[in-house]
């Protein structure tokens, strides 16, 4: 496949962004009034509202062979409801700072994964380095501070491990992904999602059956907001650019999205802008225009 990209390409990987973007603050006043569990189920139910139906106004179905629902089963685990549990409760013991310079932690294992088990993205020097300045620019942007207060003990720790842990399912599923094969995009979203909204609902009642009583108004619209941006529509978008590019290409996103949250609690909420948010954007768009550098010089076939 070629390695160079198209316009179209960081489109959809700008409207990914905004789509990933978004599941911060809602998952915050989630988490506040709903078990965690019941959070990644109720998101992923909804996703599957929207999607299964969405499919089959495409003309698709979820008709598959057995071996075909085996691997819509896997990226369901590892993509979603595994990493969505996670990090959900993970948060809940983790200041917003730490949190989100473990999450710039998924290019780097995806890139080194990709390096072993897909053979077009071979883990080149300039794409070394072009990673390492977009984790510089996620270290600048939430302050190097977060650094010295990762925990070592308690539940700090445990929240910690969990996100981190979450971080490899998605870098897994981005190469799982790839390795497998895409279906057709529509049709991969829904049937994923509709297992993973399955494996959720079975955990969380299994986990906490009385999780749903009495919860807050404010608390629904959060999870029904997760459901249709960040899952539905960024589950659909990731599937089509994982398709087009391939997971390394993707994982950009992961240092764009909270330089976007930033921008976008400056715009809606008058939150100061400081100079470190400038010099993050500048060191990951440059860490992402030295990964791309050899690509667009030497372009590959895989």
């Not at 496949?1 to 960081?10: C, E, G």
């Not at 917003?96 to 995806?110: E, N, Q, R, T, W």
């Not at 390795?179 to 057709?184: K, P, S």
């Not at 949250?261 to 990951?284: D, F, H, R, S, T």
Request: with cysteine; charged share 10%.
């Amino acid at each position: 496949m070629p390695k160079t990209s198209h316009p179209l390409d960081w489109l959809i990987l700008a409207l990914l962004v905004v789509a990933w973007g978004s599941s911060f603050a809602m998952t915050k006043i989630a988490v506040a009034h709903l078990d965690a569990a019941w959070i990644m189920a109720l998101r992923l139910s909804i996703a599957a509202l929207i999607l299964v139906p969405y499919a089959w106004s495409c003309g698709e179905t979820l008709r598959a062979p057995t071996k075909t629902w085996r691997k819509f089963s896997l990226l369901a685990l590892i993509g979603h409801a595994a990493p969505f549990f996670l990090i959900t409760w993970g948060t809940q013991f983790v200041a917003s700072g730490v949190s989100g310079l473990l999450m710039g932690a998924i290019p780097l294992f995806l890139v080194v994964l990709a390096h072993f088990f897909l053979p077009g993205e071979p883990l080149t020097l300039p794409k070394s380095a072009g990673f390492l300045l977009g984790f510089a620019g996620i270290v600048v942007l939430i302050g190097p501070e977060a650094l010295f207060t990762l925990s070592l003990s308690g539940e700090e720790l445990m929240g910690e491990a969990a996100i981190l842990l979450a971080c490899l399912c998605y870098a897994v599923h981005g190469i799982a992904a790839k390795r497998m094969g895409i279906e057709d995009p529509v049709k991969q979203t829904a049937s994923v999602c509709l297992a993973a909204a399955l494996m959720g609902l079975v955990f969380a009642g299994a986990t906490n059956p009385s999780g749903l009583h009495g919860v807050a108004p404010v608390a629904v619209w959060s999870v029904i907001g997760l459901g249709v941006l960040p899952t539905a529509i960024a589950t659909l978008l990731m599937y089509h650019l994982i398709h087009r590019t391939g997971p390394s290409f993707v994982a950009y996103s992961n240092y764009l999205v909270p330089v976007y949250a930033v921008l976008l609690g400056a715009l809606l909420l008058g939150e100061a802008l400081n100079w470190n948010v400038a010099l993050a954007l500048a060191l990951i768009l440059l860490g992402i225009a030295v990964s791309r550098w050899q690509s667009a010089a030497k372009p590959e076939t895989a």
